[in-house]
């Protein structure tokens, strides 16, 4: 069985970062992309990253989120 990927917001900026790119580069279930989309939004606002929209261009259809 796979690891849950951490998305709450109560944790370092890297540990926040990491998880962001485990859901990326990972598979999200249905039930957490709101959480996903949340720890995005915040790490935006942060001036963390950039958009995954942005980063991943075309390739944003490839992300998969079950």
Known sequence: MKEKIDLSLDRSLEELVASYWEGVNGEIDANAVESFDALENYLNK??????????LGKQYNK???L
């Open 46 to 55: 942060l001036g963390a990253l950039v958009s995954r929209y942005k980063l």
């Open 63 to 65: 992300v998969k989120f």
